[in-house]
């Protein structure tokens, strides 16, 4: 054998070794994290096949926020099991909604100098079917019943709804012909009639009606908020009633889950939850006596699911939507939920 040869094969040797120890060092870090996780008390994710179909048994998909190799990568447990082992995805995403098949999933992208923020629509094998630039870091996402429009909030001055030194952009995307609504700001404004002329007008929480047409949001000017109605085939959006932020619309369309400021409250925890009938504009105070800064979405047309602050980052509660019960914690470790094979809006 000659020495180039020789050279050749001990080049290869040393290649294999090398591909040998990295897998077993991945493979012990993994199964650090795993014990790392066991420890702290979370919840068991292994990983799996995720997928966004609606047809089935029931499913919850929700960010995974256990410690471990898994976190922040979206999830699933049967609705029915939501203490089961999870399986994770391996697809990451700060905020995540999903409905008839198509989801949206809001990423962070980690640069060298700073972290940048895209919006990714996802198929039901969670591919990426396309993907937006987003102007500040994402705070609320939501896909209509249909699958055809989704929606996305961002943060692109101040960090949190709790004061009132911040700007935000709301955005809507047709995932059907593309058309993308970069900020629901360009939409007319109507107030009492008339139409608002203000700079300072924020819109946030979007959430959508069946008919692929109209949805709701709050829209905030003058130290005031507002539930609108918009139109999107009109491109306006109209007042309906002060005081409302990050609407959720029930299946059936006839009711708004809400949080609410409540006078007299913490500057920085203000809210309390509520539940609008939008043909008696009655409200009904939910029985949750903390402070909930999260667009609740609808487990079924009876209950309302919402996140808060936990020892893993977040945890999900439920609640019943008329008032009735007490909150039950449903979920450790978890955040933006979507029950597939159930109506969303």
């Known amino acids: 054998m000659t020495f180039r040869n020789k050279l050749f094969v001990l080049l290869a040797a040393v290649a294999v070794l090398a591909v040998v120890a990295a897998a077993a060092v991945l493979r012990a870090n993994d199964r650090a994290a795993v014990r790392d996780q066991a420890r702290a008390g979370g919840p068991p994710v292994g990983a799996g096949r995720v997928s966004l179909t609606p047809a089935g048994p029931d499913r919850i998909v929700f960010r995974n926020m256990a410690w471990g190799p898994h976190r922040d990568e979206l999830s699933t447990v049967p609705a029915g099991r939501p203490g089961a082992p999870r399986t994770a995805s391996g697809v990451k995403c700060l905020r995540f909604h999903s409905a008839a098949g198509t989801g949206v999933c809001l990423q962070a992208e980690h640069g060298a100098l700073q972290d940048s923020y895209r919006a990714v629509v996802l198929d039901t094998a969670l591919r990426e079917q396309a993907h937006y630039a987003l102007a500040g870091i994402p705070t609320r996402a939501r896909v209509s019943p249909s699958g055809h429009l989704v929606a996305w909030t961002v943060f692109v001055g101040g960090d949190s709804y709790a004061g009132t030194d911040f700007s935000t952009r709301a955005s809507v995307l047709d995932t059907r012909t593309g058309r993308l609504e970069s900020s629901l700001e360009d939409f007319r404004a109507v107030r009492d009639g008339r139409t608002v002329h203000a700079k300072d007008i924020n819109y946030w929480g979007v959430t959508f009606a069946g008919d692929d047409r109209h949805f709701y949001a709050t829209m905030a000017t003058g130290g005031t908020t507002y539930l609108v ?12 009633r002060t005081n409302v932020e990050c609407p959720s619309l029930s299946p059936d369309g006839t009711r708004v889950a809400f949080k609410k400021r409540v006078p007299g409250l913490p500057a920085d925890a203000p809210w309390r939850l509520y539940v609008l009938d939008l043909r008696s504009m009655r409200e009904t105070p939910l029985a949750e006596a903390r ?40 979920m450790e470790a978890a955040l933006a939920p979507a029950y597939l094979g159930a109506p969303a809006a």
């Open 291 to 330: 402070s909930v800064d999260d667009q609740l979405v609808w487990a079924d047309a009876r209950t309302v699911v919402y996140s808060l602050p936990g020892d893993f980052g977040a945890d999900l509660y439920t609640l019943p939507s008329d008032g009735s019960g007490s909150p039950r914690r449903l």
């Open 229 to 240: 109605r918009g139109d999107l085939a009109a491109r306006t959006v109209t007042t309906l």
